[in-house]
T-cell receptor
Framework: GQQLNQSPQSMFIQEGEDVSMNCTSSSIFNTWLWYKQDPGEGPVLLIALYKAGELTSNGRLTAQFGITRKDSFLNISASIPSDVGIYFCARCESNFGNEKLTFGTGTRLTIIP | NAGVTQTPKFRVLKTGQSMTLLCAQDMNHEYMYWYRQDPGMGLRLIHYSVGEGTTAKGEVPDGYNVSRLKKQNFLLGLESAAPSQTSVYFC???????????FGDGTRLSIL
């Protein structure tokens, strides 16, 4: 199947630092989604991107859909303790009207006190 | 606001036992999904449904069955549990195609 490569796999940062992570695909597609998962909970949608080149913000989070439609990045500015968690990119694949979501392997964010 | 509710939250089974996981959503969503999440991996789609009475296979369907008798419920069944099915299972729903999915909090299943 199609692969999503997410990097880095893990990040250790200090509170207040900015964070950047990205996701690349071997093929083009029409929708990028970024989710965050806290321990013991399900993924929660952060940002959805629907157009190539689209840049969308949600508070301190900013995500962009690459022009080539094969990549996306997520930035977090001025990180705070509650940003800790696993961030997943996902692509939305529609086939004959059926929607399927493929997830990246995740970026685990840890904030060092 | 309940959203997507999964029951049970935890379960330990012996190899060969059967089990049904329940997912309920109160958002009147058409689409529902079952995923499994294993360490170091993203979520993988097991089965999904595009409406009441319909189901389809996802990426890793073997060993699982599903049913969508009511629009708000999506059941995942393990007929004969195997240790390889030890995982965290997530249910999700969405209103339409290309709409983001909303997830439940997961069911942690251990098979001994």
């Amino acid at each position: 199947g199609q692969q999503l490569n997410q990097s880095p796999q893990s990040m250790f940062i200090q509170e207040g630092e900015d964070v950047s992570m990205n996701c690349t695909s071997s093929s083009i597609f029409n929708t990028w989604l970024w989710y965050k998962q806290d321990p013991g909970e399900g993924p929660v949608l952060l940002i959805a991107l629907y157009k190539a080149g689209e840049l969308t913000s949600n508070g301190r989070l900013t995500a962009q859909f690459g022009i080539t439609r094969k990549d996306s990045f997520l930035n977090i500015s001025a990180s705070i303790p509650s940003d800790v968690g696993i961030y997943f990119c996902a692509r939305c694949e529609s086939n004959f009207g059926n929607e399927k979501l493929t997830f990246g392997t995740g970026t685990r964010l840890t904030i060092i006190p | 606001n309940a959203g997507v509710t999964q029951t049970p939250k935890f379960r330990v089974l012996k190899t060969g036992q059967s089990m049904t996981l329940l997912c309920a959503q109160d958002m009147n969503h058409e689409y529902m999904y079952w995923y499994r999440q294993d360490p170091g991996m993203g979520l993988r789609l097991i089965h999904y449904s595009v409406g009441e009475g319909t189901t389809a296979k996802g990426e890793v369907p073997d060993g699982y069955n599903v049913s969508r008798l009511k629009k708000q419920n999506f059941l995942l069944g393990l007929e004969s549990a195997a240790p390889s099915q030890t995982s965290v299972y997530f249910c999700a729903s969405s209103h339409q195609r290309n709409q983001p999915q909303h997830f439940g909090d997961g069911t942690r299943l251990s098979i001994l």
